[in-house]
DNA sequence: GACCCTAGAGTGAACGTTCACATAATGTCA
DNA sequence: TGACATTATGTGAACGTTCACTCTAGGGTC
């Protein structure tokens, strides 16, 4: 009832060698593109190669190049659109550049997350493109100076020797919020944090944190959801509301937990924007489609992936930074409903 | 400016080898739990791997093995959230079982979808996941018999030879949501189709289609969305309503596009669910925060991703079955606001 | 003591490619 | 015409692992 191949071995480059009468190598250079193959001989290799449908073993060839056009992404939850959409546009921008995506979600269980990272190098990844995790800058440096592996961080604008950070400009984007929200006449505001606070996502809440001291001099109201779920998010506004009824606008962390917070608000009886103001960070599309519609903080998750994968050609073909490199993008917010 | 790594190679096996004081076979041994290795040599051999801190080229091995403990996972778009959770799942399954994912978008440009899939195969992927696309059944086919390749489908019903697929019980679900708008009392139902209709993804549309014909008798109705966005979603509901003013009623083929029609009523001043009823499919988390909050039928993303693995495993230990094998999930319509 | 068996360990070859080098044929120029 | 480039192609080794086999030492059996 089963069915076992009957050979299925896909051919090799001996294969084409043979049928088209020459060697391994001079098939070797039809397909790397090598100046010094006869116009006659190249078409002859093509035509072969185009008949058994050959297709080079990746694996071999990383093998003695240490290559792969390959590289691995990471993240914590692959069910995080910001995540997903970086995610596609990185293989859009891939695909064009001959490469491949890896991509792995974090193991919450292992020790340091290291340990995830260094399981994608044993695929030959040319380099890795890390989403926010839990590990630490030290643990990334040192990881990439043993490694020799080419690193960019997207989303944590924290300059660590050899890394390539991109990010949104957090201070600005936190500035921007905090403008937007005293211009809206808020004067009392509540953060609401994903669970990698406070060990290491410190950028937003810091940026936040500053913003809110300097514009209304208030001193911050942070809670943290387990899971950045609607679900959680509710919750933890419902805490937060129960912890300062005062509060008249609430910050989250990510465009779900927003959506969770304008549930809690619904369910406690407050209106939005009028009693309490909701401000999302991502910009994913159905924050259009809630009542009132989402004010979000858009990240560019599209352009971010492309330069994302430029700054992984560079460190490629010319080493990582050595000081570490930052590249903030800048914040745009999108102003709806909610505020 | 930039750093060249030092030293970047990884020990290999001969190094631990060396170390160890014993041959590569010892120590390929030791890694592959080998019961004839005195204990005394493996704790050596694992003191040293510990040390060097050494993890086998997944390469390397694949190569002689032609098996890597990996598997690829294909889609049009990553950023469909049922994808998305379905591929969280899949990598939680395959973590259990030691697997790891290589994740990939389709090419729309390529031909016909085969390409992608044998791009896969460089990747000494064991099998490959293939979610809805345009690729025919015929080729899926030819291109599993001719690569010995073992492929899981998730999300096409048809019963193909060499392949398992897994997928919603459409005529059930069809069935179960026509039972529920009649009952609503409505009359006059109009689709609202992704890109892939009509070329391949015959069997929503079929099981739509036969139930309203048998459930009220009527022709049916429906509209194609460029691209499965909620702005898409939104212009063809309209065109649908421009068609067809007398439709009540309104079953998109997933909730992003559900979302779309929503839009597209509040935009023509119809009351949801009086004048138009509205069901999505997928059971996305954002279905509940949108006013009223989507009816929908759900997809269990992760116990199907979790299906999927074990028919993976299933095929890759005992090979395809021969005749293809469906794996039907029952419907399950999640009765909220816009109906 | 001759025999076989078994546990433990090692060796050459293979996987499919590219690299570095070698070779052969052709053209160029003093 | 000989020396030397240049172009086109081929060959052995290497990448890091496992497979199939061989070898050795020790123990049991008759």
Known sequence: MTQRPSDPR????????????VSRQTVSRVLSDHPRVASQTRARVEKVIEELDFRPNRMARALVTKTSLTFGVASVDMRNLHF???CSGLQTAARVGGYHLVVTELDRDDDDGIGTLETLLTFGVDGI????SMVS????ESFVKRNGCCLVMIGRGAKIPGVV???LDEPGAARAILGHLTERGKSRVGLLMNEMFPRFIHTRYEALHR???ETIGQFTIPVEAARPTIEQGRQAAMRLL???DDVDAIVAFNDTM????MKGCHDLGLRIPEDVAIVGYDGIAYGEVTVPPLTTMVQDSFGMAEAAFEAMLTSIKEGSPREGEVQLWPPQLLIRGTT
Chains 1, 2 share one sequence.
């Open 137 to 140: 800058g030290a643990d990334l």
């Open 84 to 86: 997903a959409e970086t």
């Open 258 to 261: 927003a959506m969770g917070a």
């Open 165 to 167: 950070s991109i990010a």
């Open 242 to 244: 129960a912890i300062d």
């Open 211 to 213: 913003a809110i001291e």
């Open 129 to 132: 493109v890390l989403f926010p």
């Open 10 to 21: 896909r051919p090799t480059i001996i294969d084409v060698a043979e049928l088209a009468g």
